[in-house]
Structures are given as C-alpha cells and as structure tokens.
C-alpha cells in the first residue's frame, strides 16, 4: 500500500520566481492538506482540498495557491517567492471526514 | 494558536516507559487529542488519537483525564528511534480543519 509521496524531494529557487510542489495521496484517500514547517518550528496549516475545490485554508498570503486533480493528487503553487518561503513543504492525506492524516517525506524548498 | 501546551524537552532511558505530558484546558467537548511525531528530517507520523477514553495501540497509549484538561503519551518501552518531537494537537472532530501544531516536546532518548 503506497503511502503519501511527494516530488521533488528538495528545490533551489530564487526570490520572485514561482514554484509548483507536487503530492500523491495514500491509496484510497480523498482529501490532501498542504502544511508549511519553517526551521525550528512546528508545520503550519495552508489548506485543504477535497473534491478538487478549496475546503479551508490556514493564515497564509494568495501568493499561495493550490490545486486537486480527478485521481486526488495535488499541487502547490507559491508565486513571487520570499525568503520567508524557504521551509520545508509538508504534504498529508485522509479521507474526508475521518480524523486521522497521513504525511508525506516533504519537499524542502530553499530561496536564495 | 495551539491549544496544548507540551514541555520543550524530556529524557528516556532506553527500555523504559516515556511519558510525555500535554496540557489542554480549553478543550471542547466535541475536540479529539491527536498525536503526532516527527523524526528529523521527516514528515510527521501519526501515533494515536482519543475523545475520552484511554486509548491503546501497537505504538503507544494514551491517557485522558477525566475532566479532559491534560493527557498523556506512554511510549511503554523506549527504543533509540523513538528520538523525535512529539506534538500534542486538539481538534475538531469531522476532518475539514487543519492541524494546529505547536512546538512539541523534544523526547531524547538516551542509551
């Protein structure tokens, strides 16, 4: 059973350039939450997708934008990007209305 | 904000029970208590998760008070690769929020 995967696995960006972050759900999960962990910190909320639309999102700029596909896979997309947006990019899946998520390896984003 | 507040750091000896302590007195009645860890350089795996009742797993058990104002992670027997920052998280139950994490403890397990 394949669990949460996520691609690539580290970027190089520099400040204003855009970037699209790639996740696989768990195999059987409808549901996929984006989650940002700066150094030193715990992951913070971005949002979650369900049924390919915008469910909830966390505290975070519209620079921050995201998309599901029919087989639940996602995307994260963040433009004009900021040192601050260097982190490590924390992709989890569930199935809708069940408690529990399940995360991913991450991609860790470095802005220069 | 989190919820929960979590001490920054704990010692285990190997092969003994760690209990990692979570306070959450503004917990609602209708908010589970998730946890979760993170390995270094890893995303955050899933342990266990209750309402009021004590919960147990291949992993670890879980004991809530009964007023549900604290509760407490038990690793029953404590291996090297239990090394990681525990969080402690309530939420919602129904799936459509986010999780809050805060800083967690960080559960050093020693030889």
């Known amino acids: 059973d394949a669990g949460v995967t996520q691609s690539p696995t580290h970027l190089i960006k520099t400040r204003g350039q855009q970037v699209t972050l790639r996740c696989s759900p768990k195999s059987g999960h409808d549901t996929v939450s984006w989650y940002q962990q700066a150094l030193g910190q715990g992951p913070q909320f971005i949002f979650q997708y369900y049924e390919e639309e915008e469910r909830q999102r966390g505290n975070f700029p519209d620079r921050f934008s995201g998309h599901q596909f029919p087989n639940y896979s996602s995307e994260l997309n963040v433009n004009a990007l900021l040192l601050g947006d260097s982190a490590l990019y924390l992709c989890?899946?569930?199935?809708?209305?069940?408690?529990?998520?399940?995360f991913g390896p991450g991609t860790r984003l470095l802005v220069l | 904000d989190a919820k929960t507040t979590q001490p920054p750091s704990m010692d285990c000896a190997e092969g003994r029970a760690a209990n990692l302590p979570c306070n959450h007195s503004?917990?609602?009645?209708?908010?589970?208590v998730y946890w979760y860890r993170q390995i270094h350089s890893q995303g955050p795996q899933y342990i266990i998760h209750g309402l009021k009742n004590n919960e147990t797993n291949e992993m670890a058990s879980l004991i809530i008070t009964e007023d549900r104002k604290s509760s407490t992670l038990i690793l029953p027997h404590a291996t090297l690769r239990d090394t990681a920052v525990y969080y402690c998280?309530?939420?919602?139950?129904?799936?459509?929020?986010?999780?809050?994490f805060g800083k967690g403890t960080h559960l050093i397990i020693q030889p």
């Open positions: 503004t917990i609602s009645g209708n908010e589970y």
């Open positions: 989890a899946s569930s199935l809708v209305d069940q408690e529990t998520q399940y």
């Open positions: 998280i309530v939420r919602v139950g129904g799936g459509a929020d986010g999780l809050t």
